[in-house]
């Protein structure tokens, strides 16, 4: 069964054409960073203009690699949620016109959801029960999985989520956008020895905060400028980035610990950090937890993902409705869809 899935809740385009849920024939990504960079951020009206002007041709395109005709096609899936509006409603869009025109049946999926499909198109062997940690700019939530379709919420962030974090951090130090990888890179130069004061209010608990530890950085910069004192760059990013990985990696294994469950996933943009992979897979082997994280390409925004879930959900619940709205808020937790918390 071939499936297209199309995501464009943020700043990238992506058209994927996914076989089965398990075999990426095609998976294509227009990334927007040059356009929002002299800004620091994204900027969403601009993103879903960049979007509407590639979308048609990156479609197409998706389809001439995967040696795929639309008329092969059995599915299309796009993300409705959560992400920004005026991206959402391109991609969704698009979707919908393509499954009228193709007639095929369409199938709205959740980005959160999509992330933890990533590992299964890079692990073939993968199935539930598991345990997955999705940690990204928007998001940083702790899932369990008993099967396919069905979700625990155990723990999600407070405030900032994990990636946004390490942006706004990388922008306090003067790093580049999108500050991740900068941050990364920089890091492994440095000693992650510096004292960050921040309290962990939810020390114990499944959730996380970051604003605090982000805060810390804030407060230690500006006091050595106001001292006039140099900023061991290197120094404060790999002790912020050591912090940070500490606290994904407490709630994680707790929670495997409580729930008994041996197998925990990663995904998300923050999936590819270097730091992040090295421990929780130290970790993991000293534990005997099987641990996936899903190949650099696929931990950011993509398509295939969304493909995959799509079918995955088609196999369980058919087709969505036409008339599924974008959800930009759109929350991950059971039920996915069909509740007011999840529909505007």
Same mark, same amino acid.
């Given at each position: 069964?071939?499936?297209?899935?199309?995501?464009?809740?943020?700043?990238?385009?992506?058209?994927?054409?996914?076989?089965?849920?398990?075999?990426?024939?095609?998976?294509?990504?227009?990334?927007?960073?040059?356009?929002?960079?002299?800004?620091?951020?994204?900027?969403?009206?601009?993103?879903?203009?960049?979007?509407?002007?590639?979308?048609?041709?990156?479609?197409?395109?998706?389809?001439?690699?995967?040696?795929?005709?639309?008329?092969?096609? =059995? !599915?299309?899936?796009?993300?409705?949620?959560?992400?920004?509006?005026?991206? *959402?409603?391109?991609? !969704?869009?698009?979707?919908?016109?393509?499954?009228?025109?193709?007639?095929?049946?369409?199938?709205?999926? =959740?980005?959160?959801?999509?992330?933890?499909?990533?590992?299964?198109?890079?692990?073939?062997?993968?199935?539930?029960?598991?345990?997955?940690?999705?940690?990204?700019?928007?998001?940083?939530?702790?899932?369990?999985?008993?099967?396919?379709?069905?979700?625990?919420?155990?723990?999600?962030?407070?405030?900032?989520?994990?990636?946004?974090?390490?942006?706004?951090?990388?922008?306090?130090?003067?790093?580049?956008?999108?500050?991740?990888?900068?941050?990364?890179?920089?890091?492994?130069?440095?000693?992650?020895?510096?004292? *960050?004061?921040?309290?962990?209010? !939810?020390?114990?608990?499944?959730?996380?905060?970051?604003?605090?530890?982000?805060?810390?950085?804030?407060?230690?910069?500006?006091?050595?400028?106001?001292?006039?004192?140099?900023?061991?760059?290197?120094?404060?990013?790999?002790?912020?980035?050591?912090?940070?990985?500490?606290?994904? *990696?407490?709630?994680?294994?707790?929670?495997?610990?409580?729930?008994?469950?041996?197998?925990?996933?990663?995904?998300?943009?923050?999936?590819? =950090?270097?730091? *992040?992979?090295?421990?929780?897979?130290?970790?993991?082997?000293?534990?005997?937890?099987?641990?996936?994280?899903?190949?650099?390409?696929?931990?950011?925004? =993509?398509?295939?993902?969304?493909?995959?879930?799509?079918?995955?959900?088609?196999?369980?619940?058919?087709?969505?409705? !036409?008339?599924?709205?974008?959800?930009?808020?759109?929350?991950?937790?059971?039920?996915?869809?069909?509740?007011?918390?999840?529909?505007?």
């Amino acid at each position: 069964m071939l499936c297209l899935g199309v995501e464009t809740s943020c700043d990238e385009t992506a058209v994927a054409v996914v076989e089965d849920g398990r075999r990426i024939r095609s998976s294509l990504i227009w990334s927007q960073i040059e356009k929002h960079q002299k800004f620091g951020g994204v900027v969403p009206e601009l993103a879903a203009r960049c979007h509407l002007e590639v979308i048609s041709r990156l479609t197409a395109d998706a389809l001439e690699e995967a040696g795929v005709a639309p008329g092969a096609l =059995n !599915l299309v899936a796009a993300t409705y949620g959560p992400g920004l509006i005026g991206g *959402l409603l391109v991609g !969704l869009s698009m979707a919908k016109a393509l499954s009228l025109a193709w007639q095929v049946p369409f199938v709205g999926v =959740n980005h959160v959801e999509g992330h933890i499909y990533a590992n299964f198109l890079a692990h073939p062997e993968l199935e539930p029960p598991l345990l997955c940690l999705t940690v990204s700019g928007g998001h940083t939530q702790l899932v369990l999985m008993p099967e396919h379709g069905r979700y625990e919420l155990l723990g999600q962030t407070r405030d900032d989520a994990a990636g946004e974090a390490f942006d706004k951090v990388a922008r306090v130090l003067g790093l580049g956008y999108p500050g991740g990888p900068h941050l990364d890179r920089l890091a492994q130069t440095g000693q992650p020895g510096l004292t *960050l004061v921040h309290h962990d209010a !939810l020390a114990g608990t499944y959730d996380f905060s970051f604003s605090g530890l982000k805060t810390a950085v804030v407060n230690l910069v500006h006091n050595l400028k106001q001292k006039g004192e140099p900023i061991p760059v290197a120094d404060v990013a790999a002790s912020f980035q050591r912090q940070v990985v500490s606290i994904l *990696l407490d709630r994680a294994f707790r929670a495997l610990a409580a729930t008994k469950v041996k197998t925990l996933v990663l995904s998300g943009g923050v999936a590819a =950090n270097s730091e *992040l992979r090295a421990r929780f897979a130290a970790e993991a082997k000293a534990r005997g937890v099987k641990l996936y994280c899903p190949p650099l390409p696929l931990c950011t925004d =993509n398509a295939a993902m969304i493909a995959a879930c799509g079918y995955f959900q088609w196999l369980r619940e058919g087709a969505s409705s !036409l008339a599924l709205a974008a959800v930009p808020r759109l929350r991950f937790e059971p039920p996915l869809a069909g509740t007011e918390e999840n529909t505007p």
